[in-house]
């Protein structure tokens, strides 16, 4: 067994020396072995809170040299890890081996002199290095290395994919250029850890928990930080011993778990809002069917979305993750469906009648279900291995799924993830939606109990239909998207040009030509208005031009 940033640093040791040649093979076939014995969901998320409790976040001049600020540091104890990266300026993200070391460095630390403002007395971990010149870099180049916090731009990305050799080359360069990294997810439970700090003024025990894709396994760099203020470990009710007295505290009451679920809210937003430096537009959006408050945590970059009272949720991110360890192609699979779905406005980052994330993951993780052999297990499966501490009742719903991933054993199935991608657009482009629905815990699909469009049960609550938001015209859209991506991806365009232009870059061809918007006009799901369809010969010639057309003038 290892932790989970043992394993980090060895992928990220493979991936560098990968290009170069690797003597080894034995030893990358022991890093395939490795992935299985992963760590369950909550042991995992236990060692990154608890590695962000002893975290701080430090603005730095741009000249900051490494070298000096660890040596500065370390007058008060190990830095077991730190990295940088820029945003709104320079950042480090440092990581003692011991909570104690942020006491000395607090003690240490000087509230800012200001002129004509007066600051309020909280003392947070995120922190300003101040020099006076001598500690900065001097001379020589800057040996701080920057790690992106966001995704690259879309243009060079297109490049990227468009040089590969083949479209399952262009879907794992996909994957490790979208995928969150290490710092990206530490810097998430810090930013957790840091508004947890402001909430424990009033809920001492309390706990933010990252949840959604910063954790599912499924994030994408830039994606937002959905946050779960955890409060049963500050409510926790101690045995009472039959002595005939008991003392109960005196509490507030209100009139249902949703009024007291928007009360806690309403008064962590105003903290965050006072308090949290870093913190910006908050936002209480208490009348949604899930309560949440939105703010921007600028130092981070992250939109975050502070729910509470919200453990099915936690739960939906942990089978998530659950599949998405279960197979490397799982990953790929949805991060490239995804792409492909918010570049032709599939998907949207606001709510409406559009299909979600969350519902375009489950028709992906159903697709995979019903793969012969699966490469995914149903929900049942998932908790008929489960085990007795697996156990897990929320709200009257039986949320138990198996924690240890080394259980999990499929038939191997040897598909190739350009394979799947073409039969998945294959696969909506037929599906009967009209009067089936997905069911991810049978891995099966069953008639409709409602006329919804699109029916998706929910996994953890059976009775819910994830995807109710969706409109007809909506799923019309995705449909005619899938039936042209897969007719896309069997024609030439999908393979790559024999000749390359000369002078200019690699054109646009398989997968980074399917993230082109000419795809969604010509499957006339864009500002068309009704227009006889040409024949196939004269949409594969209009959408080979427009690749062209689009690709030179990036
Ligand atoms: P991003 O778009 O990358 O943020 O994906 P996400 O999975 O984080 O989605 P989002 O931020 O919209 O929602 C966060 C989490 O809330 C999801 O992972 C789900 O666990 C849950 N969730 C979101 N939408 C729904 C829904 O319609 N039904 C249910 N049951 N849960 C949802
Ligand atoms: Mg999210």
């Keep these: 067994y290892m932790t989970d940033t043992e394993l980090h640093k060895i992928h990220d040791s493979i991936k560098k020396t990968k290009k170069k040649t690797y003597p080894n093979k034995n030893f990358l076939w022991v890093l395939k072995d490795l992935q299985v014995v992963r760590k369950s969901f909550h042991a995992l998320q236990e060692e990154r809170r608890e590695r962000a409790e002893r975290s701080v976040l430090i603005s730095c001049s741009p000249k900051v040299s490494e070298k000096k600020l660890l040596k500065f540091l370390s007058q008060h104890g190990n830095v077991s890890n730190c990295f940088f990266y820029q945003s709104y300026g320079v950042y480090a993200v440092v990581e003692f081996a011991s909570k104690n070391s942020i006491v000395g460095l607090h003690e240490s630390t000087s509230l800012p002199s200001m002129h004509h403002e007066v600051s309020v007395p909280f003392k947070s971990r995120l922190l300003t ?3 006076n010149g001598s500690a900065d870099q001097s001379g020589g180049s800057n040996s701080v290395e920057f790690h992106p916090q966001v995704a690259m731009p879309i243009n060079e990305l297109l490049q990227q994919l468009s040089a590969e050799e083949s479209v399952d080359q262009q879907l794992s360069r996909l994957t490790s250029a979208l995928q969150l990294t290490e ?20 809920f001492p025990k309390c706990t933010v928990h990252p949840f959604g894709s910063s954790v599912n396994g499924f994030g994408k760099l830039g994606c937002d930080l959905d946050m779960f203020l955890d409060l049963d470990a500050a409510s926790g009710n101690p045995k009472r011993k039959p002595s005939g007295f008991y003392l109960e505290y005196q509490m507030k009451r209100e009139a249902s778990e949703r009024a007291v679920t928007q ?3 309403s008064v962590v937003a105003e903290s965050v809002e006072q308090f949290s430096p870093g913190c ?27 729910t509470a009272n919200n453990r099915v949720a936690m739960k939906s991110s942990e089978l998530l993750y659950v599949f998405s360890s279960v ?8 991060l490239a469906v995804r792409y492909w779905a918010r570049v032709h406005g599939v998907t949207s980052s606001v709510a409406g009648a559009w299909i979600s994330n969350f519902s375009l993951t489950a028709l992906i993780l159903f697709f995979l279900q019903t793969r012969g052999p699966p490469i995914l297990p149903t929900v049942d499966q998932l908790r ?20 240890d991933l080394s259980r999990i054993r499929l038939q191997t199935n040897t598909e190739s993830l350009e394979r799947l991608l073409q039969e998945f657009f294959e696969f909506y482009a037929a599906f009967p939606f009209n009067h089936m629905s997905i069911n991810l815990r049978k891995g099966k699909e069953q008639n409709k109990p409602e006329s919804t469009p699109l029916h998706i049960q929910n996994p953890f609550e059976a009775t819910l239909n994830v995807s109710k938001n ?12 899938c039936r042209e991506s897969a007719w896309f991806l069997q024609q030439e365009a999908g393979s790559k040009p024999a000749t ?42 209009s959408l080979l031009q427009s690749i062209s057309t689009s690709h030179s003038s990036q």
């Design 500 to 541: 390359v232009p000369t002078g200019g870059s690699a054109q646009a061809w398989g997968l980074a030509a399917l993230f082109l918007p000419s795809l969604a006009q010509a499957a006339g799901v864009k500002g068309r208005r009704k227009k006889k369809r040409e024949p196939a010969s004269e949409r594969v010639k």
């Design 384 to 403: 008929d291995l489960a085990d007795q501490s697996d156990q897990c009742c929320v709200e009257g719903n039986d949320c138990t799924i198996v924690s």
């Design 470 to 481: 969706v409109n007809a015209a909506q799923l019309d859209r995705f449909v005619a998207l």
């Design 183 to 202: 710092e990206n997810v530490s810097l998430r439970f810090l930013v957790c850890s840091l508004v947890k700090d402001v909430a424990a003024a009033f």
């Design 280 to 306: 910006v537009g908050i936002q209480k959006i208490l009348n949604a069917r899930c309560p949440l408050v939105r703010f921007s945590h600028q130092p981070s970059g992250f939109q975050c979305d502070l």
């Design 263 to 265: 009360s806690v809210l």
């Design 327 to 334: 197979d490397e192609r799982v990953r790929g699979l949805v």
């Design 129 to 131: 290095l101040k020099t």
